[in-house]
């Protein structure tokens, strides 16, 4: 199986239908703040860009589960993104309200298997983010891939990667952590929330290509 695609930071309608057509597997918004915020009613309008087959992500901070669902009802999300390093208990609230929820864990040093077993299990799909002070996520900033190595290869479900991913990189965090999904913001865009369609293709190349020496 290849590995999968999500365009994230999406702020246009164009954006979503472009990865789309690209062949990504998933469409992501963000309602944790900073420069691609969105809100519900304009969030559902950019992601219906990307059309069916594309799953819809919504990527949060720190809110409680029934204001989560009410804006997943809203943007008709199929995939919660927990990005302020979320409990197992909160993750539990939200999937109750029957969202897929995706778990981030933001990478700062070496990470072991008991770091974040809990959570793996809790989930649907685990991520790995850089940490970077003061933001959630889009930094562009990439975290160690080969510190965390030995704890991500081994793993039930769907890993994804993201943080500082560029079509220049990806291949290489792609073989060093046996990613099943890449998760690419910044390092597609030409301004916070306006992605670069060259850019986007280049990064869908690489990726092919990648998975194909898997």
């Known amino acids: 199986m290849g590995v999968e695609v999500k365009f994230c930071g999406l702020t246009r309608a164009e954006d979503a239908r472009a990865a789309a057509e690209l ?6 918004v963000i309602f944790a703040g900073g420069p691609r915020n969105l809100d519900a009613s304009r969030a559902r309008d950019v992601l219906d860009g990307a059309g069916a087959g594309v799953a819809r992500v919504g990527v949060f901070g720190r809110s409680d589960a029934a204001a989560i669902a009410k804006i997943a009802r809203e943007a008709r999300l199929d995939i919660v ?16 309200t029957g969202a897929r929820v995706w778990a981030v864990v933001r990478v700062s040093g070496d990470l072991a298997p008991d770091d974040f077993q809990e959570l793996w299990e809790a989930s649907d799909a685990l991520v790995l983010d850089s940490k970077a002070k003061g933001a959630l996520g ?11 190595e030995q704890a991500a290869r081994v793993h039930a479900r769907p890993l994804v990667v993201a943080g500082g991913l560029t079509a220049a990189n990806v291949a290489q965090a792609i073989e060093t952590l046996s990613a099943d999904i890449v998760d690419v913001s910044s390092g597609v865009e030409l301004s916070p929330g306006i992605k670069d ?9 690489a990726v092919g290509r990648a998975s194909v020496l898997r």
């Open 23 to 28: 062949g990504a597997r998933y469409a992501g």
């Open 81 to 96: 993104q927990l990005h302020a390093d979320p409990t197992v208990a909160e993750m539990q609230a939200v999937r109750a």
């Open 138 to 148: 889009g930094t562009g900033v990439a975290f160690d891939w080969s510190a965390v």
């Open 197 to 205: 369609h060259r850019r986007m293709q280049e990064f869908m190349d």
